[in-house]
């Protein structure tokens, strides 16, 4: 068996056997996704991987984004006659993509697994994956949200500031605070450097909409939003606080306010992702009529 990278002419069979287990309209859509993606460069043919017996046994994509990390997808299989298992398929292209990771020196490889896949479980464990949470992904219609929103109090005054240019200014410094006992993810905390940080969520904002939440005349916050594929969805990439301001009853505000601006864009319904071990949270989403879309394990290999 020889692992190695797809060819361009190659990419439309792939992209069918990434999505065929998929029913639609997501397979769909995951398709336009991925050549979307491969379109705009964020995707490349050699972040697919191949092993091949004499013909295409399996295939294994990756992303790799600029703040050192990537996101893996489960390993696909072709049924074949080659009498080659399975698991030895999948375990040469994920092993394959580890020792990528170390020549390029990523320090995080993220895989989002359906909670009820226990064979692609088996398989990164193996590879010393860790199941860290579940990821939930709510959405919520904009006029619903609107509906229990109110004015700020004068206790919870604030402005937001747009962010054009970050560098230069207070706000990674601030970003990195904001990040100091969250319960989103905390096993990341300290593991990138502002400057990846903020090359992360560039990867994940297609247009990004950034501000600064100012409150006493300090920046005590951030809010990330983003436009979607969608242009009447927006993603709700961030909202972080620092420790000090958390608790107020501000971070309510500043989502609401959020939610007017939308509005005021004609923008229907917004989107964002978040663990489920977030329990402040997930309350204040609760409140805004966020309901569950979908829900991921989240699976880290992260460099020792």
């Known amino acids: 068996m020889q692992i190695s990278t797809a060819t361009t002419s190659e990419l439309p069979q792939f992209w069918d ?8 309209p997501q397979r769909t859509d995951l398709r336009l996704h991925l050549q ?5 460069g964020k995707l490349a043919t050699d972040d697919l991987l191949v092993a091949r017996a004499g013909q295409p046994v399996g295939v294994l994509l990756w992303q790799r984004h600029r703040d050192r990390t990537a ?11 080659t009498g080659t298992k399975a698991t030895d398929i999948a375990d040469a292209l994920i092993s394959e993509r580890l020792r990528q990771s170390d020549r390029l020196g990523l320090r995080l490889v993220l895989s989002f697994l359906d909670p009820a896949d ?3 479980s088996i398989i990164l464990a193996r590879h010393q994956f860790r199941r860290t949470t579940h990821l939930r992904t709510l959405q919520t219609q904009v006029s619903e949200a609107l509906r229990g929103t109110a004015a700020p109090t004068e206790a919870t005054s604030f402005q937001l500031h747009p962010v054009l240019h970050p560098a230069g200014t207070d706000f990674s410094t601030v970003l990195l605070a904001t990040y100091q006992d969250t ?5 990341l905390e300290g593991r990138r450097s502002a400057a990846e940080v903020l090359a992360g969520y560039r990867d994940a904002c297609q247009r990004p909409l950034w501000f ?3 409150a006493a005349q300090r920046t005590v916050g951030v809010l ?3 436009t979607d594929e969608e242009p009447v969805r927006w993603q709700l990439v961030y909202l972080g606080l620092i420790p000090s301001m958390r608790g107020r009853g501000l971070g309510a505000c500043v989502l609401a306010e959020a939610f007017r601006w939308a509005a005021r864009q004609r923008v229907q319904a917004m989107q964002l992702i978040v663990d489920v071990r977030n329990h402040p949270a997930l309350r204040l989403y609760q409140r805004f009529g966020f309901h569950t879309v979908e829900e991921r394990a989240l699976w880290l290999w992260m460099r020792p």
Not at 17 to 24: D, E, G, K, V
Not at 71 to 81: A, D
């Open 183 to 187: 319960c989103d993810c905390p096993e």
């Open 36 to 40: 979307h993606l491969f379109q705009i």
């Open 224 to 226: 990330l939003l983003a």
């Open 212 to 214: 600064r939440i100012v």
């Open 17 to 24: 056997l990434l999505t065929n287990h998929l029913p639609n």
């Open 118 to 120: 226990p064979t692609n």
């Open 71 to 81: 996101t893996l997808w489960p390993p696909r299989l072709v049924e074949s006659e």
